[in-house]
């Protein structure tokens, strides 16, 4: 139905006035993928995809699909589908009439219209709503038409602009599922953007974290989360335990006291910050004996959160944030237990302070 594109950005920037929302972005996405951006409030996610879409003039940079320059091509002659937050659709249409409004405009006849608006009502699931308005919809029913509105028109690109944002938590697994399963089915290459980090490394191919108009880092989901670039990557996308340290030589740090291994990578000698996540503290008996780091400290807080159990511990003068799955709850620590806490050299990551 749609045929996979590639989607190249180069030095792509957007000065609004005197402030820069978007400053020098190179990213490529491959044919038929998912590439999923990621970033605080305000680091210019939408700014991006407003470029691609040709929704704002960009003030340097190209974007090609495919290899073609399509930077200084009208929104539509572009052949991009996109959705957005708010669904706006159009409230006085039916659902039908909305999904093929995209198809009226590109002059296709009403009889292949018909076909192909029932087409993309089948594939998010909406078919016998057609005759049905926005109002009399749900909001992740709504959003599901602003899916298939975009995907009518056989895009070569798909935005999508924190799609899901509006919708509760329930919706938002089942609807997040549904359109990985399409994009994939389709093979069509989308940008989906998002501030919700889970989303974007669940969904996602490849995840671009993006930080004041810059992308701080690009890789698959797990090397994001696992061998974040820095402290701020690390920090956005998961929980993070931080604390003050030395490197005292390649792979060496001082931390509260005492000497271990831990991963300096490139990090000079001197004032740094260790960081570990806090489900890769091991406490007790979870933790496999071997060459691991291990401090001993006293469960200061315990919070129970059905399928995790978040403890604080005290050790000298480092707070741990540990989290570790709720096996029995007979086997929980207790506030006030001593315990002791393990963890492997290498999910020790150092940066420079
Ligand atoms: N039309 C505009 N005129 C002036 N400044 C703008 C305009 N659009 C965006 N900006 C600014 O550009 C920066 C990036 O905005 P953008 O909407 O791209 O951020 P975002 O990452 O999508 O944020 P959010 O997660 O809140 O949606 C912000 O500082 C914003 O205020
Ligand atoms: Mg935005």
Not at 70 to 96: E, K, M, N, W
Not at 175 to 204: G, K, N, W
Not at 234 to 240: P, T, Y
Not at 243 to 268: F, H, K, N, S
Request: glycine share 10%; hydrophobic share 45%.
């Amino acid at each position: 139905m749609t045929r996979s594109a590639a989607l190249t950005l180069r030095g792509v920037t957007k000065h609004f006035g005197a402030a820069v929302a978007v400053d020098g972005v190179s990213l490529d996405v491959a044919p038929g993928s998912m590439l999923g951006l990621l970033g605080p409030s305000g680091c210019g996610k939408t700014t991006v995809l407003r470029a691609i879409a040709g929704l704002v003039p960009v003030t340097a940079g190209t974007i090609t699909v495919d290899g073609e320059d399509i930077t200084a091509r009208p929104p539509h002659g572009r052949d991009i589908g996109l959705v957005f937050q708010q669904y706006a659709l159009f409230p006085h249409l039916s659902v039908a009439a909305n999904v093929g409004f995209g198809l009226e405009m590109r002059g296709v006849a009403a009889a292949e219209r018909r076909t192909r608006v029932a087409e993309a009502l089948a594939m998010v699931q909406l078919s016998g709503l057609d005759g049905r308005r926005p109002r009399e919809l749900s909001g992740g029913q709504q959003q599901r038409v602003a899916l298939a509105r975009a995907l009518v028109i056989r895009p070569r690109i798909l935005l999508l602009d924190e799609p899901l944002s509006n919708l509760d938590a329930r919706l938002r697994d089942e609807l997040r599922v549904e359109i990985r399963r399409i994009q994939q089915r389709l093979r069509i290459t989308t940008v989906f953007v998002t501030h919700d980090q889970a989303e974007a490394l669940a969904m996602c191919d490849v995840v671009g974290v993006m930080s004041q108009g810059r992308v701080a880092q690009i890789g698959p989901p797990a090397e994001i989360y696992e061998r974040p670039v820095s402290r701020m990557v690390a920090e956005f996308v998961g929980r993070l335990n931080t604390w003050p340290c030395e490197v005292v030589a390649p792979g060496r740090i001082r931390l509260d006291g005492r000497e271990m291994p831990a991963a300096t990578d490139g990090v000079a000698n001197g004032a740094a910050l260790a960081t570990i996540r806090p489900h890769r503290l091991l406490l007790g008996g979870a933790a496999p004996a071997g060459a691991l780091n291990h401090v001993t400290g006293q469960v200061t807080h315990v919070a129970y959160v059905g399928d995790l159990v978040q403890y604080h511990v005290a050790a000298g003068a480092l707070q741990l944030r540990v989290e570790a799955h709720a096996a029995r709850h007979a086997e929980t620590h207790r506030v006030g237990d001593v315990v002791e806490c393990r963890w492997w050299p290498d999910d020790l990551r150092v940066f420079g302070a």
